[in-house]
């Protein structure tokens, strides 16, 4: 395995983006500059919060850990975004631990009324990868370790491909606005995203609107 110094020895046009990140982070900060940073893989597979362990990543993926690793103080964090699938997923194999009821993407399309077949695929291998239904006690456990401001959540046209026509919350169908007031309920944190689709442009931005949806935020969170 080589790193990044190593392979810029080899390769001159990686050089310009090589960099100390904390400084670079940090230094953002310091002169007013906002910093988003993304973490990886999802909580149910992390190396110390997972209850399937060994059957894990080989890291913490909690927001505490994303932002240690990125050399950042806990003091600058103002919001944290959970993002959250309607249909979680993980690699093929038993070797990437259990899913609650899992379920096959034939399902997926069959109960959301697909017109093409529905299929993800691993990056690296190219596998199937495996896909179950929306696990909310899983999300309970990494609500309570992260902490978030407000959720994301992908793939409302899993659950009905009419949402895919969806600009905001009112055009969704019936069932979804149930299962996001829900998701919301269970939670007790406001949806502020939602995909309805595979592009960017299909994200559509929903506000905190009503006294009942500001009161599902935990007064400990910090906005």
């Not at 904390?22 to 893989?41: F, P, R, S």
């Not at 695929?121 to 309970?140: I, M």
């Not at 401001?149 to 969704?172: H, K, M, Q």
Request: charge should be negative; aromatic fraction near 8%; charged fraction near 25%.
């Amino acid at each position: 395995m080589r790193l990044a110094a190593g392979a810029a020895s080899h390769h001159g046009w990686l050089k310009p983006y090589l960099t100390d990140s904390a400084d670079e982070i940090n230094e953002g900060v310091d002169h007013g500059k906002k910093v988003l940073v993304e973490g990886t893989q999802g909580f149910g597979l992390s190396l110390y919060h997972s209850t399937v362990y060994p059957k894990t990543t080989s890291r913490d993926t909690s927001v505490a850990g994303c932002i240690s690793e990125c050399g950042i103080s806990p003091r600058l964090v103002t919001d944290i975004v959970m993002v959250l699938r309607t249909f979680p997923i993980r690699v093929a194999g038993q070797q990437a631990g259990p899913m609650y009821e899992e379920i096959d993407w034939e399902t997926v399309q069959r109960e959301s009324g697909y017109p093409t077949p529905l299929a993800e695929f691993t990056t690296v291998t190219g596998k199937l990868r495996r896909v179950a239904r929306f696990d909310f006690d899983l999300a309970r456990h990494a609500i309570k370790v992260n902490r978030p401001t407000e959720l994301a959540l992908n793939f409302l046209d899993y659950l009905d491909y009419r949402n895919r026509r969806a600009a905001d919350r009112l055009d969704l169908t019936e069932s979804t606005k149930a299962f996001l007031e829900n998701v919301e309920k269970e939670l007790g944190v406001h949806v502020g995203f939602a995909g309805v689709g595979p592009s960017l442009s299909e994200t559509m931005r929903i506000e905190e609107t009503t006294i009942e949806s500001q009161e599902l935020c935990s007064p400990g969170y910090v906005r």
